[in-house]
């Protein structure tokens, strides 16, 4: 599973990169969604990835996640991990965690079970049968319910909750697997303008203990979030920057924000 | 706490109504004059409290997991067959070829030799351990395959059924030394209890109720624990579950196999009350009808699969009686309604109309 | 040298036989009823060779029992029911004399072996060319020299190129029962082993321990020359058994093909509205039956296109009063449609009883020819003709008609077919009208070659589940290739496990190859079908 860890330009482990794209291809009936894509995200960076509709942000999501395995190319991990062998259960328990573009929550739980079931620890049935909740965990959850602004629905059943709702109870989930690297898709749509600049500070007080990566088609929110951006399109990297920059490059706004 | 856990109110409702029958009826058939309850409608009871439990362990993994599995029946079977066994051997040179050691239709069928997997079978201890053990066995290798490479679904349902299909194929040849088309029957004495008499039967049919009663309370256990609120999940969110770090194969096959066995034990319990076990038990009707007792009664309940099982198996008892005719469309009408008009099942509309009433407002939760 | 004396020699006798002719016919039948069996034999086999025209009647009467002595020593001929007796040597009516003025020619097994023999030379000049054929193949079998003569006279006067093929045949395998030269023995041997078959097999095998050792070495090498042949006919008889049960199945699943590929509905009742078709076919012939029986070779055309509506119809109905409520909820279309097959099962079995009901086949669909040493019989090949004409029409339809792509549009994309202006409702119900419909198709051909009773439908259904999946739903070609590589893999199968147990091996491969490939062999590809 794991490979020796190799290191680049004999940086210490600090330092070296959290994820390590080369070379990545992956063609559906011939149609190749992601095109010798390269990328690679520092520990602790926050990174805005864009690009217009079928750019293939999202495969990008499902190949780093282990969801769609990649026809060529690396994807490392930490320097030492090969994605490309892990399933979603696995990079989920290496510490990848990962918001849709559709919200997903557990319509059938509460508020709080949902957290409750994201929250870090062992995953195997034998221990989810015999499970205890702590008193630890417990607190954990109402402070994710404050960040989130879900305390007083606590005990509501998910499903029940607005598309906002959803989206900001998927936010909680994502924080509370605690995990090394966030993959965020999308997560502004359905949310008014206060909410998304409160997503985005959010996002921002994130990055730094750890990395994250966002796709956002809402420009003030990129914007907002202040970081290098990833333009995406054909399934390559087109170009990278700050936001200023790349959207004064001629191709990208011919591909991209000319249309 | 843990009480409170285990029993709420429609748990502790049923349990309640059990104990009292299992109270009831043997007062009523040994021991009040003029036997009120006949001993056929004890083993008919018996017989009803091992579907019940079958209904049980369907509804684990269908109306917690989403697993719509059709191969309920063979894994009853299998139970049922493994009990089989031991009552054959059991019968010992009382069969009508009067061999010690072969049952009868191996002597018929001119073998001289006890094949390698029924040795041990007059041994009860071995009998009760292939009860859970073969159905558990082939539930795991079954869905070690079929989970790992993620067939779900229809396709699922179809290739249980196909499991299902193939055992009875393989049930109804001779050759496989299980009785071929008459199965396993004439059976004597299950230790050393008369098969025929009233006590005999009257106990089998409280053990029934026992192990209707301990199945509801290990489901109701699994359901409220962390594994079960996972397993609502990967029912709901397959996808999702995964992204989180849960390996949905894994708790698919555990609670499959948790389930096939307890099906075991429902078939294993059944076979004695009723005299017989052939290769009709895992016909491909045999395992729906399984499934619309779970939504009869209301997935995801427990206490409504088995409430629906003690229903439908009742209302076919009588309805085969007084018009034979009838019995199929009303099963067939029953089918299709439960699934249209009443998802479910009867126990949800109970309570959801209560707690409409009580609320005076139809909830959110209810339209969604 | 010898060969041709023989042939003078035969040719001589045969003359004269024939100019002794009816006087010589007489003496012998009216020597019949006197001597011992084997004199008796004897005069059968003289009688065989008189080839008079009366001779297999009063041979086939003496064989029946019908052959009596009256009081006045005339041989005749007795109808056994009605009594009348004609004169066994010339024919004539000779009224109905009293049983006990009758004494019965006794005949015994070596007579009647006498007899066969010498009825099969006999029918060898038959102006009939089928029963010279089996004339000429009863011969091949017995191959015994003494027909040799006849043979020869047979193969001399025959016109017909395959009988004549086949009488040679008979011959070469009679020489080698005499002690003709070896050369002339394997040159008989070189013609069976080029003949191939069982019949040419049993001739040979007994020389295979001759004591010549040139006819020994001759045999041996064609035994193994014609094991191979049979080999590879058993292959193609295998095929054409396997291409036979291919077409069934892909008949009985190619309508679940199209409710499940299109529709993604799993239609538990299909078996049903197959057994609906064969039921239709039983209703036809019965009025035809009852009311123009000179139609019946007609029956099956009437009756597809009524199958075809009275299953599409009950096929909407299910869809507008059932599926129609449970469409993206897969596990409860399948109980509802369970319902389903329970009511109609049981609808049919209170209206035409629980027993199988008599479907016939008309003439055009009896019988078998042969191909090579292959059996092929009609029906199976008009079945196999007819699902590929289904297949085709079905083909047609999906593909190049307007109906056929607003169904493939609402297969990729309900909802924006929806928001194009397509009645996706009338499209469902139509899709799966058009399914049930075929079933009903399947239902006709099947009630040609099993039983029509209620159960059919439930006989079919996990296999044609298995089609489909195997062969990748909402793929029609897919079905074909699985409903044939099914078919042809149970057939091979067959010969080394038996019927149930390839059944079961099928089965459970299947089973493993959708752990492989979970969408069956042609899947169809794309995120909705993940979602
Ligand atoms: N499983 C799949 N099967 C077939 N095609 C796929 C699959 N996954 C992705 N694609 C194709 O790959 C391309 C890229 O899709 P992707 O979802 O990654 O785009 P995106 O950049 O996320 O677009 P959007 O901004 O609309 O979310 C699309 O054309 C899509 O149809
Ligand atoms: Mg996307």
Redesign the interface.
């Known amino acids: 599973m794991s490979q020796q860890p190799h290191m680049i330009g004999g940086l210490p482990p600090e330092a070296q990169p959290q994820l390590y794209l080369d070379g990545v291809s992956r063609a559906f009936d011939g149609f190749k969604a992601i095109n010798n894509l390269s990328l690679v995200i520092e520990r602790g960076e926050l990174r805005a990835v864009i690009g217009p509709n079928g750019a293939g942000k999202t495969t990008m999501m499902d190949i780093i996640t282990g969801k769609t395995r990649p026809d060529t190319g690396q994807v490392l991990w930490e320097q030492s991990v090969d994605l490309t062998m892990l399933d979603e259960a696995d990079t989920a328990q290496l510490g990848i965690g990962r918001k849709f573009q559709k919200p997903t929550v557990f319509e059938n739980h509460t508020v709080e079970d949902n957290l409750a079931l994201a929250l870090k620890g062992d995953r195997s049935p034998f221990a989810a049968l015999f499970y205890r909740a702590a008193a630890k965990e417990a607190a954990r959850i109402d402070e994710l319910l404050g960040i989130i602004r879900l305390g007083d629905l606590r005990r509501r059943i998910a499903g029940s909750l607005s598309h906002g709702q959803k989206q900001w109870l998927e936010i909680g989930m994502l924080l509370a697997q605690d995990p090394q690297l966030l993959l965020v898709d999308e997560p502004a749509a359905g949310m008014t303008d206060a909410e998304t600049m409160l997503t985005a500070d959010l996002l921002k007080s994130i990055a730094g203990a750890r990395s994250v990566i966002v796709v956002e088609h809402d420009m003030d929110f990129v914007r907002a979030l202040d970081c290098k951006v990833t333009v995406l399109h054909q399934g390559s990297v087109l170009a990278e920057g700050r936001l200023d920059a790349v959207s004064a490059m001629p191709e990208v706004i011919e591909v991209y924000l000319g249309r | 706490m843990a009480a409170s856990r285990l029993i709420d109110r429609r748990m502790g409702i049923f349990l309640a109504g059990l104990f009292v029958l299992t109270v009831a009826v043997p007062v009523g058939n040994l021991w009040i004059a003029g036997q009120p309850v006949p001993t056929y409608l004890v083993a008919l009871i018996g017989k009803y409290l091992c579907y019940a439990l079958l209904a049980v362990a369907l509804d684990l993994v269908w109306g917690y997991c989403g697993i719509l599995s059709l191969g309920h029946g063979a894994f009853f079977a299998l139970g049922g067959y493994a009990m089989g066994m031991y009552l054959m051997r059991e019968i010992g040179a009382r069969g009508v070829y009067a061999n010690p050691v072969l049952p009868d239709f191996m002597v018929f069928i001119g073998w001289k030799h006890l094949p390698w997997y029924w040795l041990g079978f007059d041994h009860f201890w071995l009998a009760a351990i292939m009860v859970v053990a073969v159905p558990g066995a082939l539930a795991f290798v079954f869905g070690w395959f079929a989970f790992r490479s993620r067939v779900t679904g229809v396709y699922l349902s179809i290739i249980t059924q196909a499991m299902t299909y193939a055992l009875m194929l393989a049930f109804f040849r001779n050759e496989m030394g299980f009785g071929g088309n008459n199965g396993l029957t004439d059976f004597k004495d299950i230790l050393g209890f008369d098969l025929a008499s009233h006590e005999t039967k009257v106990g089998l049919m409280m053990l029934s109720a026992v192990a209707l009663a301990a199945g509801l309370l290990l489901a109701r256990w699994i359901t409220t624990s962390r594994l079960g609120k996972v397993l609502v999940c990967l029912r709901d969110a397959e996808s999702r579950t995964r992204f989180l770090g849960y390996r949905v194969e894994h708790y698919k096959l555990f609670i499959f196999t948790v389930s096939a066995m307890m099906a075991g034990v429902a078939g294993a319990l059944y076979v004695p009350q009723v005299g017989i076990i052939n290769p009709s038990e895992f016909s491909t009707a045999n395992s729906i009808e399984i499934v619309i007792w779970v939504a009869l009664g209301g997935r995801g309940t427990l206490v409504g699969a088995a409430l629906g099982a003690i229903l439908v198996a009742g209302a076919k008892t009588l309805l085969t009686g007084w018009f034979p005719e009838l019995w199929l469309f009303a099963l067939g009408a029953l089918f299709v309604l439960v699934t249209i008009a009443l998802p479910n099942g009867v126990l949800g509309a109970l309570e959801g109309g209560i707690g409409r009433l009580r609320r005076g407002t139809p909830t959110r939760e209810a339209e969604a | 040298m010898t060969f041709v004396l023989r042939i003078v020699v035969v040719l001589l006798t045969l003359a004269g036989a024939q100019h002794a002719g009816a006087a010589d016919f007489a003496k012998l039948v009216n020597a019949l009823p006197h001597g011992s069996y084997h004199e008796r034999a004897d005069v059968v086999r003289e009688i065989g060779k008189t080839g008079n025209p009366r001779a297999v009647e009063v041979l086939q009467a003496l064989a029946n029992d019908d052959l009596k002595v009256m009081a006045d020593g005339t041989v005749v001929i007795v109808d056994d029911k009605t009594g009348a007796a004609v004169g066994a040597v010339e024919g004539a009516s000779l009224g109905t004399p009293s049983a006990d003025s009758l004494t019965r020619v006794r005949v015994n097994n070596m007579v009647r072996r006498a007899i066969r023999t010498a009825t099969g030379m006999l029918t060898l000049r038959s102006p009939d060319p089928a029963k010279r054929l089996a004339a000429a193949r009863d011969a091949l079998r017995s191959a015994s020299p003494d027909q040799i003569e006849a043979l020869d006279a047979a193969i001399g006067a025959e016109t017909d190129a395959g009988v004549k093929a086949l009488l040679t045949e008979a011959r070469a395998a009679a020489v080698l029962k005499t002690d003709a030269a070896t050369t002339e023995k394997v040159a008989a041997i070189r013609l069976l082993e080029a003949r191939g078959d069982e019949a040419a097999r049993a001739a040979l095998s007994p020389l295979a321990t001759a004591k010549d050792p040139e006819i020994a070495r001759a045999v041996t090498s064609a035994l193994a020359s014609i094991a191979e042949t049979q080999r590879m006919w058993r292959l193609a008889q295998n095929v054409w058994y396997g291409l036979s049960l291919g077409s069934v199945l892909m008949l009985a699943a190619v309508g679940l093909a199209i409710t499940f590929g299109v529709m993604g509905v ?1 239609n ?1 009742a299909h078996g049903e509205l197959v057994m609906l078709g064969a039921y239709t076919t039983f209703v036809v012939q019965q009025v035809i039956r009852a009311d123009a029986p000179w139609l019946f070779g007609w029956s099956l055309a009437i009756a597809a296109p009524l199958a075809f509506v009275v299953a599409g119809a009950v096929g909407i109905a299910i869809e507008r009063g ?1 599926v129609r ?2 469409y993206g ?8 449609t ?6 109609l ?3 049919v ?2 209206i035409f009883g629980p027993d199988n009901r008599d479907v016939g086949n008309p003439g055009w669909m009896s019988g078998a020819f042969p191909l090579g040493q292959m059996q092929v019989t009609w029906n199976r090949l008009w079945i196999l003709i007819f699902a590929f004409a289904v297949f085709a029409a079905l083909l047609f339809v999906l593909k190049r008609t307007p109906i056929g792509l607003q169904m493939r549009a609402v297969t990729q994309n309900r909802a924006m077919a929806a928001n194009m202006g397509i009645r996706t409702g009338r499209v469902d119900a139509l899709t799966f009208g058009l399914g049930s419909a075929i079933a009903g198709l399947a239902g006709v051909a099947l009630s040609q070659i099993d039983n029509v009773s209620p159960n059919l439908g ?1 006989n079919y ?2 296999d044609s ?2 089609v489909v ?1 195997f062969g990748g739903a909402g793929n029609i070609w897919g079905t074909m290739a699985g409903g044939f590589a099914l078919g042809i893999a149970n057939k091979f199968l067959e010969p080394f496990t038996g019927a ?2 390839g ?2 091996v099928i ?2 491969g ?3 190859f ?3 490939r ?1 969408r069956g062999l042609f899947a169809v ?2 995120r909705a079908v993940e979602a």
Do not use: C, D, N
Not at chain 3, 329 to 336: I, N, Q, V
Not at chain 3, 338 to 343: A, D, H, N
């Open positions: 799993i538990m059932i409520h449970l909820r897969p596990l409860e279309t399948l109980l509802a369970w319902g389903v097959s329970l009511i099962q049981q609808a079995r209170t439930q259904i996990v589940f298995m999946v149930v147990l059944k079961i089965l459970v299947i089973i493993l959708i752990q492989k979970p590809k794309g």
